[in-house]
């Protein structure tokens, strides 16, 4: 007797579950079980007068219902992503005598891994990457610029790794090292200010590392809003730091204007230069038009500085094959290094001059729907260096998509453009590129 009033509680538990967590197919089961009282019975089924596939009390059907919720189109499951960038390139430098050369290859790249779980977020990691696989140098007074590299080991850094949120669909959190996107300049970004480096134009991957921090994000109809608390500085050189004097504030307010998009952002800290950026980009006679500009205050050592830069980009013909581009920037703190190798060096590329132009026009699918070719400039205007490249690139059926360029250093022996390759040099790289 007790055992049946225990079989009794039990598949009674098992209704109300299956009532509650699958609600759907509950519903569907009453139906058929409705369906089966009104015309039919099973003799096989003693006293009861139902089957077990339609006797709601039946364990074997509330296991199977609860499956069903579990696979359902409605149920939540968790869902993994696996990618990644890997770039593999050779590039040669040679005079215009060709009685010397410098030469290497290498491969670099990054890899991401990312699980998201519905109701409870996403956790990011990716690594970057590379790795020299040869370095030659045939005549070259120095081959100081190449290293000389490792080529028996491989660089293996952490890049990001954070965990994103939402509440209530409203707020979006990021916790963890990562990389802020500030700004719409494509060669040079003043207003991007947070990352620990600013990004190369001109390498097809990204392998810069993110910083440690807590990032915070409520968008509105037309408008963003962004805060980052950097938490970088409060462990460094093995000691701990009080976070009040070492967490740095850094905030975006972007809105939608009519064609344009204009941002408005801001770094602030105890030890730090605080500094206050504008960008604005969108269309305006037929051309994208963007710029970015930044103050910083005089603060402790540090003079007072400002930078901006100023970029178009436009379609020449209907079809949309020919692209003209340029961007200018010019910087306060920016000077001519000619000569001073140890300070070039130590320097960010393409951040040491006062002035800087790049010029390019872009021949999508010329001579073949295969083909992209680009035809560039770019000069370091305070120093008098710049380098000419005319570019190829192919994208054939089922094959990784490379890339050919040939390259023309000038205007001065060690100076900014010229200190790797040599002065009134040639260049020739190629580049494969595959993303999975």
């Known amino acids: 007797m007790n055992r049946a009033i225990f079989q009794t509680i039990r598949r009674c538990t098992a209704t109300l579950i299956v009532m509650l967590a699958a609600a759907s197919a509950a519903t569907g089961q ?27 009390f039946d364990i074997g059907g509330f296991d199977q219902s609860v499956q069903t919720s579990i696979n359902g189109p409605d149920s939540a499951k968790t869902e993994y992503l696996v990618g990644g960038s890997v770039l593999v390139e050779a590039q040669a430098y040679s005079p215009g005598s060709f009685d010397a050369y410098l030469a290497e290859s290498s491969t670099q790249g990054t890899v ?32 100081a610029p190449f290293g000389p590299a490792d080529l028996s080991t491989i660089s293996f850094s952490l890049a990001e790794l954070h965990y994103s949120f939402d509440i209530a669909k409203t707020l979006f959190v990021r916790i963890g090292d990562q ?14 200010f947070v990352n620990l480096e600013h ?22 109809s037309s408008s963003n809003v ?3 608390a950097d938490l970088s500085q409060s462990v460094t050189g093995g000691v701990v730091h009080d976070l009040g004097s070492t967490t740095r504030a850094a905030a975006r307010y972007d809105i939608t204007l009519g064609d344009f998009e204009f941002g408005f952002s801001g770094l602030a800290g105890k030890e730090v230069q605080g500094r206050g950026g504008f960008d604005l980009s969108g269309r305006l006679l037929g051309s994208t038009l963007y710029g970015e500009a930044v103050y910083a205050p005089a603060y402790a050592s540090y003079a007072s500085s400002w930078s901006a830069s100023l970029g178009f980009e436009r379609t020449l013909d209907e079809l949309k094959r020919w692209t003209l581009s340029g961007e200018f920037y010019y910087q306060s703190n920016g000077g001519d290094y000619s000569g001073q190798t140890t300070v070039m060096e130590s320097l960010p590329p393409l951040y040491m001059g006062a002035y800087y132009a790049y010029g390019a026009i872009e021949a999508d699918k010329l001579g073949s729907s295969y083909l992209t070719t680009t035809l560039s400039v770019l000069s370091n205007l305070s120093d ?21 360029s040939l390259s023309y250093y000038g205007g001065g022996a060690d100076k900014e453009l010229t ?18």
Request: proline share 7%.
């Open 112 to 143: 991401f891994a990312k699980v998201s779980v519905p109701d409870y977020g996403s956790l990011y990691a990716s690594f970057a990457f590379s790795h020299p696989f040869f370095q030659g140098n045939g005549g070259y007074a120095s081959a």
């Open 384 to 404: 008098g260096s710049y380098t000419i490249k005319a570019r190829e690139d192919f994208a054939f059926p089922r094959s990784v998509p490379f890339s050919m």
């Open 199 to 220: 990004s190369n134009p001109f390498q097809s991957v990204d392998t810069r590392l993110g910083k440690s921090g807590v990032r915070l994000h409520l968008p509105f």
């Open 179 to 192: 990389l802020i996107a500030w700004g719409p300049s494509k060669i040079w970004t003043p207003v991007d």
């Open 419 to 436: 200190l790797l390759s040599g002065n009134n040099s040639l260049g020739l790289s190629l580049q494969a590129l595959l993303q999975f």
């Open 226 to 228: 962004f805060l980052f």
């Open 30 to 56: 009453a139906a058929d079980q409705a369906q089966a009282g009104a015309g039919t019975a099973d003799t096989a089924s003693g006293a009861a007068g139902t089957s077990s596939d339609d006797n709601p």
